[in-house]
């Protein structure tokens, strides 16, 4: 069943965490390894502040000179000045966007590899719990949010603070008087400011997960695009997607009245400004108080503060958003990944491969076992089929193998050695499987077929694919080899997909096998031919295969029956039919 779109999953609500400081100067150390470029970029800000913490002095000096003298001269010689310092501070500022944005791009990618990396590694309990839709929106959205804050924010921040507070003292030392003018108006902006930026950080941060929560869903429809067409739910399909987007457009309206009304006082507050100093400059200027020049130069002034305060006002929104953002990336950082090889674990040994199942207990979820028990034995190079009821825990015994879980109890063992004292990677490279559903990637044959050993020359890698029957419709391909094969090889029939997966097993050459029923729902030559090529496959190694349909196992060379968390029976095909027991009411039931 689909979520609704005002819904979110328990883990989703784990993510959600408040803002805080801690996200920010997590932020900033992202930025720790560039700090070159950034200190560069920042030194150009600050030179660049400086030069427009200038004019407005001199600016005022022109004119109560001018004024005086009449001199046309003077204020040429001047203009010119004021000319060379304005392209300057621009020269400064070009530079300076270059900089920050190359150091916050190289940050952006470190950070999409970080995200990217540390999900690869984190449990397979992570992901039976979290969309991918929802990782999608992680490594896409919420990376895209914090873009604009690294590149160029970070840097500007600490100009516009300086700028902000450097005027303010100069406009002291100019007129204290006319000071206290923008100082009242700037305290009640200010605090206004931070008071509604508490309320937009919210809303942002539920944006932010209603947005994750659509595009999960989107995601999952598109990637299912089969199964909608065949029961013609493109029309729910919409209406689901609009019912999210829906939710997460009034929820960013929300956040834009908010942004509005910040604007909208800001903007207030330097009209409030530019019309108090006029005021009280003009009553100063016909009193004789102030000169002309000190009154325009103030104004000056008053626009080097005001244009800081937008552009903080700015940076503050955009802050709120990066820091939910922020929060939520942090959030799948801080999951814990699998857990590291315990000290002294070994590699993989070298003996024949067998595999020993002792007394395994195992929960998916809190007082629901699935595996109770459970002993089994896979004798080296033969091959143990594992059959039984839908949900008896058939497909738990190979991702337990593998590793993506633990037992709660009990423990499996490879040639007498337990696997959890081993490389939880060595473990891996030694075990091969091929899935009733072959996964492939959207790359070329050969890439799909190499990914079972990376470092294969071509040759080894069309050895196998002949060896799973491969070739037999790769010749028929005008660019063979180096055809693509479109999102999880839609491009191919299921048997070819199947050989595919074969192939690459083949080329990884594992000592032990997991076959999760790869013939089932082929027809009779697809299933032919992906017979024969499993057959080469699993000569001479230890195989256990999942089985669906149990006349594919009749030639296994021991059968466990597994019912109630255990193994209830065990032995060939004919003995388990001569007993009488669960096999052969099943045998007889499917009529295999």
């Known amino acids: 069943m689909r979520r609704s779109p005002t819904t979110t999953s328990t883990h989703d609500e784990d993510l959600k965490r408040k803002v805080s400081w801690a996200s920010i100067i997590r932020l900033v150390g992202l930025a720790l390894p560039h700090r070159k470029l950034l200190t560069f970029a920042g030194v150009l800000a600050l030179l660049g502040t400086a ?27 001047d203009a010119l000045l004021f ?23 190289r940050i952006v990618m470190d950070l999409r590899l970080r995200l990217f990396s540390h999900l690869q590694r984190l449990p397979v309990t992570f992901f039976d719990k979290t969309r991918s839709g929802d990782l999608t929106s992680h490594l896409s959205n919420d990376v895209t949010q914090l873009q604009a804050t690294l590149t160029d924010d970070l840097v500007r921040l600490a100009g516009q603070l300086i700028l902000l507070f450097g005027g303010i003292g100069i406009a002291v030392w100019m007129n204290w008087r006319l000071t206290v003018v923008i100082v009242t108006v700037l305290v009640f902006v200010m605090a206004f400011f931070v008071t ?12 932010l997960d209603s947005l994750a929560e659509a595009m999960g869903s989107m995601t999952e429809a598109l990637a299912n695009i089969r199964l909608v067409k065949a029961f013609a739910r493109e029309p729910y399909e919409d209406e689901q997607a609009r019912r999210r987007l829906g939710h997460t457009f009034r929820l960013q309206m929300r956040g834009s009245k908010w942004e509005a009304m910040m604007a909208t006082v800001g903007a207030a507050g330097f009209t409030l400004m530019l019309i108090g100093c006029m005021w009280y400059g003009a009553r100063g200027v016909l009193s004789g108080t102030f000169q002309v020049g000190d009154v325009i130069g103030f104004l000056v002034m008053l626009a080097f503060i005001t244009q800081p305060m937008a552009t903080l006002a700015a940076l503050y929104t955009r802050l709120q958003r990066a820091t939910g953002a922020a929060d939520r990336l942090f959030a799948i950082l801080d999951e814990g990944a699998e857990e590291v090889d315990s000290v002294g674990a070994v590699p993989f040994p070298h003996g024949p491969g067998e595999v020993v199942f002792n007394q395994i207990e195992f929960q998916y979820v809190a007082d629901t ?36 879980y633990e ?6 063992l490879i040639d007498g050695v337990p696997i959890r004292n081993m490389q939880r ?18 790359g070329t044959l050969r890439e799909n077929i190499r990914y079972g050993r990376l470092d294969a020359t071509d040759a080894e890698v069309e050895a196998a694919a002949r060896s799973a029957n491969v ?17 999880r090889g839609i491009t191919l029939s299921g048997g070819q997909r199947q050989r595919v997966a074969i192939a690459r097993a083949l080329l990884k050459d594992p000592k032990i096998l997991i076959l999760d029923e790869a013939t089932s729902a082929l027809d009779t030559k697809s ?37 109630d968390g255990r193994v209830a029976e065990m032995g060939t095909h004919e003995e388990l039919l001569r007993q009488g027991g669960r096999y052969a009411e099943l045998y007889e039931f499917v009529g295999a």
């Open 527 to 563: 299933e032919s031919l992906v017979r024969e090529a499993l057959d080469r496959l699993m000569d001479g190694r230890t195989t256990l295969v999942i089985a669906h349909r149990l006349s594919t196992v009749v030639n296994a060379d021991q059968i466990a029956v597994v019912a």
């Open 51 to 77: 030069l427009q913490l200038v004019l407005p002095l001199m600016i005022r000096e022109t004119v109560n000179r001018v004024t005086q003298s009449k001199s046309v001269g003077e204020l040429d010689r």
């Open 425 to 442: 990677g060595s473990v891996r490279e030694h075990i091969g499987i091929v899935p009733q559903e072959p996964i492939l990637f959207n």
């Open 83 to 105: 000319l060379g310092i304005i392209l300057l501070g621009s020269a400064f500022g070009y530079v300076q966007f270059i900089l920050s944005s190359l150091a916050g791009n």
């Open 369 to 404: 076992p699935v595996l109770t028990g459970l002993s089994l034995v896979a004798p080296a190079g033969k091959v143990t089929a594992i059959v039984g009821p839908s949900g008896a825990g058939k497909t738990t015994l190979a991702s337990l193998v593998y590793r993506f």
């Open 471 to 487: 070739e037999e419709f790769v010749l028929g391909f005008p660019t063979g080899y180096e055809t693509m094969i479109g999102e």
């Open 407 to 412: 037992p709660q109890s009990g423990e499996i």
């Open 196 to 207: 509604t930026g508490r309320a937009l950080r919210k809303i942002n941060r539920e944006a």
